[in-house]
């Protein structure tokens, strides 16, 4: 029962921005850190952003300064605000829940659909 659904990606131009959206139902939202990762073809899983139930956040070096991750507590929902966008971003994000923020091994075995974010001129 719990759901993970990512929205927000799309084509844009390399400088450009996107922000995504997961919505999370199905378990105690606020106890949990929430984290984005993001895959390529060929590649393996890459976590992009954390931020824990009080807003302790966490990026990866390749996004730091570009990249901002948020929540809404009374929404269940997680953002990933993306500044300046590098063909290197190019990937699917997805979000999920870790017990602690810095954790990247997910909590729950379901994933969403992810979205496709793919920077490109």
């Known amino acids: 029962q719990v759901q993970l659904v990512e929205s927000g990606g799309g084509l844009v131009q390399p400088g450009g921005t996107l922000t995504l959206s997961c919505a999370a139902s199905?378990?105690?939202?606020?106890?949990?850190?929430m984290n984005w990762y993001r895959q390529a073809p060929g590649r393996e899983r890459e976590l992009v952003a954390g931020i824990s139930g009080t807003g302790i956040t966490h990026y990866a070096d390749s996004v730091k300064g570009r990249f901002t991750v948020s929540r809404d507590n009374a929404k269940n929902t997680v953002s990933l605000q993306m500044n300046s966008l590098k063909p290197e971003d190019t990937a699917v994000y997805y979000c999920?829940?870790?017990?602690?923020?810095?954790?990247?091994?997910?909590?729950?075995?379901?994933w969403g659909q992810g979205t496709q974010v793919t920077v490109s001129s």
């Open positions: 199905g378990f105690p939202f606020s106890g949990y850190a």
């Open positions: 999920n829940a870790v017990r602690f923020v810095g954790d990247s091994v997910p909590v729950f075995g379901s």
